[in-house]
């Protein structure tokens, strides 16, 4: 059972960069999986990054390269550094958590209430 808040969300030109920030709050669990979803205006919410309690990481395809997923354990606390942005990376950015890394990236069961993102042209 956790509670995730994100941060660090804004607005920022195209090429950009912006740097994410969720912390967990709640009863610790070693085998915990944490990720990131985000949504668009008018569109589903999209998986984009997924990493284990032991550091392995998995991407979408479209942010592959450009965003780096990592997780601090000591403080709780899920990053996502994002490098140039475009447009279409628009939206608002959810921190997600879940006991079970081959549910994390489909149906995680924790979520946080998102941050928005805008990256203009």
């Known amino acids: 059972q956790w509670q995730l808040v994100e941060s660090g969300g804004g607005s920022v030109q195209a090429g950009g960069s912006l740097r994410l920030s969720c912390v967990a709050s709640g009863v610790a669990d070693t085998d915990r999986s944490m990720g990131w979803f985000r949504q668009a205006s008018g569109k589903e919410r999209e998986w984009i990054a997924t990493?284990?309690?032991?550091?392995?990481?998995s991407y979408r395809d479209s942010v592959e390269g450009r965003f780096t997923i990592s997780l601090d354990n000591a403080k709780d606390t899920l990053y996502l550094q994002m490098d140039s942005l475009t447009p279409e990376d628009t939206g608002a950015y959810f921190c997600?958590?879940?006991?079970?890394?081959?549910?994390?990236?489909?149906?995680?069961?924790?979520w946080g209430r998102g941050t928005q993102v805008t990256v203009s042209s």
């Open positions: 997600v958590a879940d006991h079970r890394f081959d549910k994390v990236a489909s149906t995680p069961l924790y």
């Open positions: 990493i284990d309690s032991r550091g392995a990481t």
